[in-house]
């Protein structure tokens, strides 16, 4: 098992070109897999954590509903925003500046294979993220992503989850909302739950957060909770 992990931070990057960069590095991947198999090979596999913000954008995933984009197109140039269908698992979603998307590029089987365990894990680390600000978070029974006060009738979602896994590796991945701007929630059914609403650390806490101090910290929760050795 190769658990050394490559740490990428893309900065402020079109979804286009990350989504492009994305299916170029698991693409790689799955080929050394292959070669492996077919050619009785015993190549490690490569693992990338990848950081980065996005200009404004929705995205839909492949099991999601696009009347749950309310903008027309006209409506979403006025907001300088984009949208895209992709391949994902999901419903709609929106990234924009101040929130941080995390692309783990993984090979599960240098970690372990179990998606569902691998979702709760990358879960795991914004929850210890979000408790050493003092937040308190967990999970949403029946729903992915990591919410807020969710055993009451003021469950907000924090971050949202939505993967695509093949071959045992993964790509796209998580959303959380650090400082970014509610407001572009307002033109979508977030994941496609249509009562329930959004938060983020600056909506909770009152003041616009470090983007790197937070992203810090959350890249070593997800480096111990999967025992990477991070490079």
Not at 116 to 139: M, N, P
Request: proline content about 3%; overall charge negative; glycine content about 6%.
């Amino acid at each position: 098992m190769n658990k050394r992990v490559e740490f990428i931070d893309w900065g402020l990057t079109d979804y286009q070109i990350a989504w492009n960069n994305q299916e170029e590095i698991f693409n790689r991947t799955v080929a050394v897999k292959t070669q492996n198999r077919t050619n009785s090979a015993h190549l490690d596999t490569p693992n990338y954590l990848v950081f980065c913000e996005h200009p404004h954008v929705y995205t839909l995933g492949k099991s999601g509903h696009p009347e749950n984009l309310l903008l027309d197109e006209s409506e979403l140039k006025a907001k300088n925003a984009t949208y895209y269908k992709i391949n994902r698992g999901g419903d709609i979603t929106y990234h924009g500046p101040g929130q941080i998307v995390g692309y783990p590029i993984l090979d599960l089987d240098n970690f372990f294979t179990d998606i569902h365990l691998y979702l709760r894990t990358l879960e795991e680390a914004v929850i210890l993220t979000l408790k050493d600000y003092g937040i308190e978070s967990g999970r949403y029974p029946g729903f992915t992503g990591v919410w807020l006060d969710a055993d009451n009738d003021k469950a907000r979602k924090i971050c949202a989850m939505g993967v695509r896994c093949s071959r045992w590796v993964t790509m796209h991945g998580f959303a959380f909302n650090v400082n970014a701007d509610l407001d572009y929630f307002k033109n979508i059914v977030p994941c496609g739950i249509d009562d329930k609403a959004v938060t983020s650390m600056q909506s909770e806490l009152g003041y616009a957060l470090d983007m790197n101090e937070v992203k810090e910290k959350l890249k070593n929760h997800i480096a111990s909770l999967f025992h990477m050795e991070l490079v």
